[in-house]
Nanobody, 116 residues
């Protein structure tokens, strides 16, 4: 059974860093594109970053130059390195695993709070 689990969230001060992980199981991981989304209270879910099967990446405007997405297919894991964090980065971060045919798989999310 396919499963996606996010981890690595927590409380960090403005200007700090965190690395989120998205671990997948029960699927042929290297055939999937992976997205990181986030959702803050009262706001719509926002696409943060994407990494394709061949390693191409995309970033939302609000995180360009601060966040880096990467994947390790041997570990079935995608990472989101977040630097220069701001209070407006506070949100629940979700991982979405998808390909052109078949269902998407979502994790339950990990909370990131940026506050002094």
């Amino acid at each position: 059974q396919a499963q996606v689990v996010e981890s690595g969230g927590g409380l960090v001060q403005p200007g700090g860093s965190l690395r989120l992980s998205c671990a997948a199981s029960g699927m042929d991981f290297n055939t999937y594109t992976i997205d990181w989304y986030r959702q803050a209270p009262g706001k719509q879910r926002e696409l943060v970053a994407t990494i394709t099967t061949n390693g191409d990446t995309f970033y939302g405007d609000s995180v360009k130059g601060r966040f880096t997405i990467s994947r390790d297919n041997a570990k079935n894991t995608v990472y989101l390195e977040m630097n220069s964090l701001k209070p407006e980065d506070t949100a629940v971060y979700y991982c979405n695993v998808r390909r052109q045919i078949g269902p998407n798989y979502w994790g339950r999310g990990t909370q990131v709070t940026v506050s002094s």
